[in-house]
């Protein structure tokens, strides 16, 4: 059996909340530390959703909190079948000013696939000349990580310039729950598989974001000079095959 649903309707994007929200997370105070760019320029145009923003925002003490500056959340979240695979594609353009040559992690524009019930990202990073895969398990905050007894948290990239720099190029990751396997593919080609995932994937949260990647130093947060980025993405088809 195939299930395929759209996570579109970007023209709803200022109805916060009705199919998108602006992503963050709450705070040990009973604050909220939204992800929200206060001069970014939104655009709906053609089914897609264009967002130019210039970077501000920043937090000194919590890496996660810093890396992301504008980023919306799915309201729904997608179920993962027992058995069979979930698949998530879109297409993303990318364009940064102001961001160092070469340093992805400077500026650039994610999908991510966010399991809040076990700390598990699933991500695709686009910038100027360069784009990362990502496979984790994060400290998101308020969020219980399965104790595996194997590495707890972690984060890998995987770097690579076989695409077409500041055009659309269509990202696709597979995850595939009841063989613990996530595949990821770049304009149809297969560029990445991790076998062997240590926890099982819930459910997904589907993410947009404009972010940076830069660790705190010891004086604070370094990941803000100047950068602007310019994201597109078209909607996400999320195919469910059981």
Not at 150 to 167: I, L
């Amino acid at each position: 059996m195939e299930q395929v649903k759209v996570f579109g309707d970007f023209h709803t994007i200022l109805n916060e909340g009705q199919v998108w929200k602006m992503g963050g997370f709450p705070l040990p105070d009973g604050s909220f530390w939204e992800y929200r760019e206060p001069e970014a320029v939104v655009i709906v145009r053609n089914g897609i959703l264009y967002v130019r923003a210039p970077l501000s925002r920043q937090h000194h003490q919590v890496q996660i909190l810093d890396n992301a500056k504008h980023m919306y959340y799915s309201n729904e979240e997608v179920v993962i079948p027992e058995e069979g695979e979930v698949s998530f594609e879109l297409q993303i353009r990318a364009r940064t000013q102001n961001t160092a040559p070469g340093d992805l992690y400077d500026g650039y524009v994610s999908l991510n696939l966010l399991d809040f019930s076990t700390g598990a990202a699933l991500d695709f990073f686009a910038g100027n000349d360069k784009y990362a895969s990502v496979y984790a398990v994060l400290q998101f905050p308020g969020v219980t990580v399965p104790d595996t007894g194997k590495t707890k948290y972690f984060c890998v990239f995987k770097e690579d310039t076989d695409f077409k720099p500041r055009e659309f190029n269509t990202y696709k990751i597979t995850y595939n729950r009841a063989i613990d396997e996530v595949i990821f593919y770049v304009n149809g080609q297969e560029v990445r598989r991790e076998s062997g995932v240590p926890i099982k994937f819930n459910r997904f949260t589907i993410a947009l974001g404009i972010m940076t990647e830069k660790d705190i130093s010891p004086e604070g947060s370094v990941s803000v000079h100047g950068q602007v980025v310019t994201a597109e993405w078209s909607p996400v088809t999320v195919t469910i095959k059981e």
